[in-house]
């Protein structure tokens, strides 16, 4: 099931004949081993006990090298069978808490009641002895080696198919990690290489120069970019301005095709590029093959919504007359992008912009300019005009809110804080542009809740609140920062998440054991811990600093656990955005959707519950952009889960959704009176504006 989420090879056999055939081969394997082993067999299969027990005895084993083992109350006529034999038989039953061993029980049940089960089939169906005894006869796929990745190919424009989300790199695959690595020291050789800015087609140097280092290893320069100012800014609005004539009449078609070859083109460098934002934005490899991924899923889902909104559509069939509906792009668009996911969302907000016909103006955050510019080499090299792609690395207070409230600019497209989103609005407001009101999507912060249930299972519980609240150092938007645990479950929830959290590795992003990397910068740091002071002084502290050893450089801060969090509290109310978490204790249901929903922002939220009440009452009034029940509340994918939230989360549509290109155009309306002298036009003509 994963592994079909994910879009990998199937890692198990779909086939009981491929499981029963290599069951064989292994049991085989095992008793050629019994001198360094002792082989053990578990099964209530009688060819597959008998093909073992041969084995051995061709082996020239004695009956006690090897035991088969059989579950209590399940096969007791096979298991009186083999005791006869003189064969070793253990007989095994789950021991421990009634609740597990139930449901272990019944996934015995389940397993051993099947269609193609053995004990079905004899005592059930009394299938023949010869049919139960015969060798398995494996399907075509038995022994057949998967690829390292599923082969994608290139996008036809003309035919593009269903959107499929690319599949993430399995890096539990030996090849995929030889890959990486491989990929990491080639990029490591390439440190310290120069990025001009890129306007108008043609690259700018500047007197200025911005260093963009290791987060992990601050004395690491893993590259330098052109810092540009208001000169460089206008120089940017007027390539934009010039290109968006003919970008803007571009068929939605040959837009679409810059999208699909840039998507081909990320795809073939996929590992160097994760490997880039494992040195330049500290992303463990997951997930930085995550941030890859995420950006190609943009390229093709954006490409193929254009292509769907670009056909013009009749509106109404009255005789006589024509309506023709269709969109026209805004204009200049500037791009604010984020560090926390340097590709995927930088490619999103831009893609979206470039393929609805808006030229960009990319003014990438400062934290991770390498990785923007090589975007902007990718969509140049697909096929993006002079012009239509401008980058341009910048001081935010100095030109970003120049260009802001610049009147030649459009459609101002940002993800950052809550605070840097408003001020954007506000002067976007007071600064209107040559020809109308400035759009602006804006994706702010978050401040989300995960509610545990008194009935949840609290190992999922555990593993998807420590996976949604440190993975990256939490530095997610979308990131739990509160859990709110009802009071039958907290003390127990409590105990293992504590020690679930204290068990995280806290290191380099390119060690393969790590699972909080340093945060992005000091000044990232110090905020946090800020937030950590303030938590220790208004909650209790249930895991502190960790004694582990970690590297001398490196902005790195542990994770932290609060419990006896009150609703109201700092670190219950602010958005952190670090490895820090606030379990707040509730009475019942009706107290934990008061206390989730308690915020100024409505991103991101989450339900770890067994009772189907409970997930349908929360699924209608934990009003949040994003849902999530029974599993971690980060990790959206494109179309799948479509992105975004409301109150204070943003302003806009859903990323990677099918109303966001939306937002990037503007509809228009022709309508036409056809009962005319002379010649009257064919409707297909007219339906498809011509």
Known sequence: MIAAQEGWPTPVFTHKADTDAMYETMACQMLEAADVIRPAFASHNVRTLAAAIETARELGLA????????????????????????????????????????????????????NDSFLRQTFVEGAAVDDLVRPPRPS????????????????DPEAPGRFVNQPHADFSRRENRDAYDAALATVRERCGAHHPLRIGGRDIETVRRLDSVNPAAP???????????RAEAEAAVAAARAALPAWRDATPAERAAVLFRAAELMRAEAMELSALMTLEAAKPRREADGDVTEAVDFLEYYGREMLRLGAPRRMGRAPGEHNLYFYQPRGVALVIAPWNFPLAILTGMTSAALVTGNPVIVKPASATPVIAAHLIRLLEAAGAP???????????????????RHRDVDLIVFTGSMEAGLRIVSQAAQHPGREGVKKVVAEMGGKNAIIVDADADLDVAVTEVVASAFGYAGQKCSAASRVVVLEAAHDEFVARLVEATRSLRTGPPEDPATRVPPVISAEARERIESFIAAGEQEATVALGPADDERPDSGYYVSPRVFTGVRPDAVIAQEEIFGPVVAVIKVADLDEALTVAGGVKYALTGGLISRSPATIARVRREFRVGNLYINRGITGALVERQAFGGFKMSGVGSKAGGPDYLLQFLEPRVVTENTMRRGFAPSDDLLDRGL
């Open 219 to 229: 004395e690491e320069l893993i590259g330098t970019v052109a810092y540009g100012g």
């Open 63 to 114: 009956d006690d090298a090897f035991e088969l083992q059989m579950l209590h109350g399940m096969g007791d006529a096979i298991k009186a069978a083999v005791g006869s034999l003189g064969l070793r038989v253990r007989e095994y039953a789950p021991v421990g808490e009634l609740i597990p061993g139930m449901a272990y029980l019944v996934r015995r049940l389940l397993e051993n009641t099947a």
């Open 386 to 404: 002079p012009g239509t792609v401008n980058y341009l690395p910048a001081p935010g207070a100095e030109v970003g809110d120049f260009l802001v």
């Open 140 to 155: 075509a796929d038995f022994r057949t080696t998967p690829a390292r990745l599923p082969t994608v190919e290139p996008t």
